[in-house]
């Protein structure tokens, strides 16, 4: 499936669920990609660009920086804080702002940087003990904590538990955010992206619906 596909469905998905049109972010997933696949994307004129692993982004887009002007690079993956200040220089956003350790990690280097990435915090909608997130019952002391720093939250994220109803998880996620006064959503993958447009994402992430499959 191309690039033009997935855009074309995107904007089906808007008007048909009455969302403004190019109001949904497409997030390339460009980790773990052939350099050529990439270059194709940004070639074709996409700019807005995910990668999981802090290391494997420096080792690129700096220098696709440098050919290629307006891009967005998010950080979608887990966050190690000792990761976390050559992320803040990397990334315009980071979706994987998940425990206190690296919120209050984050807001230090900001004060030292003097800037930070747009951040969305990420929730363990399933409860689900091998992923990252934010537990619901913690999410409304966390937003509190992570303002009180000046972190700049601009939305949540979730990743569905695979065997379960996704629809149930996006609902969650917009009503979250909707209690919390938070305007984005991060969610969605290639197998749904257009359920999550129904639901009011803001941002959606597709990989191997763009690129194909990554190699092993």
């Known amino acids: 499936?191309?690039?033009?596909?997935?855009?074309?469905?995107?904007?089906?998905?808007?008007?048909?669920?009455?969302?403004?049109?190019?109001?949904?972010?497409?997030?390339?997933?460009?980790?773990?990609?052939?350099?050529?696949?990439?270059?194709?994307?940004?070639?074709?004129?996409h700019r807005e660009f995910g990668e999981n692993y802090v290391q494997e982004a420096a080792s690129k887009?700096?220098?696709?920086?440098?050919?290629?002007?307006?891009?967005?690079?998010?950080?979608?993956?887990?966050?190690?804080?000792?990761?976390?200040?050559?992320?803040?220089?990397?990334f315009d956003c980071i979706h994987s702002l998940?425990?206190?350790?690296l919120a209050k990690t984050i807001a230090r280097l900001a004060q030292e940087l003097g800037k930070c990435p747009k951040l969305f915090i990420q929730v363990n909608t399933g409860a689900e003990v091998q992923k990252a997130g934010i537990l619901l019952k913690?999410?409304?002391?966390?937003?509190?904590?992570?303002?009180?720093?000046?972190?700049?939250?601009?939305?949540?994220?979730?990743?569905?538990?695979?065997?379960?109803?996704?629809?149930?998880?996006?609902?969650l996620l917009r009503k979250l955010a909707d209690d919390n006064g938070i305007a984005g959503l991060s969610m969605g993958m290639s197998n749904d992206f257009?359920?999550?447009?129904?639901?009011?994402?803001?941002?959606v992430r597709v990989g191997s619906a763009i690129f194909g499959s990554r190699p092993k």
Request: glycine letters at 4%; proline letters at 6%.
């Open 98 to 101: 998940d425990r206190p350790k």
């Open 1 to 45: 499936m191309s690039l033009y596909d997935i855009k074309s469905r995107i904007a089906d998905a808007e008007a048909k669920y009455s969302k403004p049109l190019n109001s949904t972010s497409l997030i390339a997933v460009s980790k773990l990609q052939p350099n050529e696949r990439v270059l194709k994307v940004l070639d074709a004129g």
């Open 61 to 90: 887009w700096p220098t696709w920086r440098e050919n290629y002007s307006q891009l967005k690079l998010h950080m979608l993956g887990p966050l190690q804080t000792n990761k976390a200040r050559q992320a803040m220089e990397l």
């Open 194 to 203: 257009e359920k999550a447009i129904s639901f009011g994402a803001t941002h």
């Open 138 to 171: 913690d999410l409304e002391t966390f937003i509190l904590d992570c303002r009180s720093k000046d972190l700049n939250i601009v939305g949540l994220m979730a990743i569905p538990p695979v065997d379960e109803e996704v629809s149930l998880h996006f609902a």
